[in-house]
């Protein structure tokens, strides 16, 4: 199945693997009414996370005594929080995504042939992890959810409510029935970042495909119309990573967080399952990350390369203006990245694992500041 994956297809699964998100815009071919449900629809998913948001901060309140029991509260506070965010944002954008998800339609179907090879090229790189991610995600919540009927597991969803459930039969099971949406609506919220990742990695594609375009150039008309398509593309990569920076920054400093709280619990007497969680909800925050760093990297890479490419032409065989042309398009131009003000100066791999190193200087050191106080 992935030797005959296609970008159509591709783009299909994540559509679905987010469907409960509503974060991903309709054509814009639907009649107004179709999409005014739609965004209705956003509102209903970030209400219906909020409703069990609530009960789970209750929970961690009346169970603050369980360190197991806030530990798993946090985790999935965190996760309820993160979903609630990135359906604000996507709602806020909806305009600007339906924009760029037209343009992504437009270029795959209108694709030449070498622009296929390349967008195979890439599917071939990522497929295998991207759709290992998917699998993963849906499921941890299915063991989760329906674990507990069959095995001796503890449920995955902890909630308090200020009114009896137990005693009520269809109380408990509309309860029951929402608990079971709202994590499957985490999970798909979770493959958002794979959204982004498809975005970004389509844009460093446009990028090879116009390095491609380049070398055909041979007259001034021609590279007019090139120099025009690299605008508008650079344009398009700014308007994708100003869609996502926010969900990015968000889930940076959620990590954080997480970290430092795994960090204490770590050298701290807590129980076994309480770092597991942490250690769990951790692993799962740094591979929401390491989801944009990768493209974005590869994106900065090459729109880097793509003004350098230049260099490479047989520019000594054209006339002197073809050549002051050619030079303009070689002067440095500062590449495309996926960054935040003050805070983030660039997503990329080298960034990434300076997080990690960090993080991990971090709770070295405050293992050694508790361990020195116990002493």
Excluded at 39 to 49: D, E, L, S, Y
Excluded at 110 to 139: K, T
Aim: proline share 3%; hydrophobic share 50%.
């Amino acid at each position: 199945m992935l030797k005959k994956l296609t970008p159509e297809r591709a783009i299909n699964i994540i559509r679905l693997s987010v469907a409960l998100t509503f974060c991903w815009p309709l054509r814009a071919n639907n009649s107004r009414t179709v999409i005014f449900g739609y965004r209705v629809m956003q509102i209903c998913a970030a209400i219906n996370m909020l409703l069990l948001l609530l009960p789970t901060l209750y929970a961690t309140y009346l169970r603050s005594d369980d360190v197991e029991i806030v530990s798993h509260c946090v985790t999935q506070a965190i996760c309820e929080v993160q979903c609630i965010v990135q359906s604000v944002i996507c709602f806020s954008k909806y305009d600007t995504l339906q924009r760029i998800i037209e343009e992504l339609w437009s270029c795959i179907e209108g694709a030449q042939r070498y622009e296929s090879d390349i967008f195979h090229e890439y599917l071939a790189r990522v497929n295998v992890l991207y759709g290992g991610y998917i699998v993963a995600m849906y499921i941890i919540a299915f063991v989760g959810l329906i674990g507990p009927l069959f095995l001796p597991i503890v449920h995955l969803i902890f909630a308090e409510y200020p009114f009896d459930v137990k005693n009520r039969t269809l109380v408990s099971a509309v309860i029951r029935t929402h608990q079971i949406i709202t994590c499957h609506q985490i999970c798909a919220h979770e493959c958002v970042c794979l959204f982004g990742a498809l975005l970004i990695w389509f844009i460093a594609a446009r990028f090879e495909c116009l390095m491609v375009e380049l070398r055909r150039t041979t007259d001034i008309r021609m590279l007019a119309a090139f120099i025009e398509k690299q605008l508008r593309l650079k344009r398009y990569a700014e308007e994708v990573v100003g869609c996502f920076r926010l969900m990015v920054l968000f889930v940076i400093a959620a990590c954080t967080f997480v970290i430092t709280i795994s960090a204490i619990a770590m050298v701290t007497n807590t129980p076994l399952v309480a770092k597991m969680l942490l250690a769990g909800i951790t692993a799962s925050l740094l591979m929401y990350i390491y989801m944009y760093a990768w493209p974005a990297d590869h994106m900065k890479e090459m729109s880097l390369k793509f003004s350098q490419s230049v260099y490479h032409l047989p520019w000594y065989e054209h006339t002197a203006r073809m050549q002051k042309n050619l030079l303009n398009v070689l002067v440095y131009q500062k590449p495309v990245i996926l960054s935040i003000n003050c805070l983030v100066p660039e997503l990329s791999l080298r960034y990434y694992c300076s997080y990690l190193s960090n993080a991990l200087s971090f709770c070295t050191a405050l293992r050694a500041i508790l361990e020195g106080n116990t002493t």
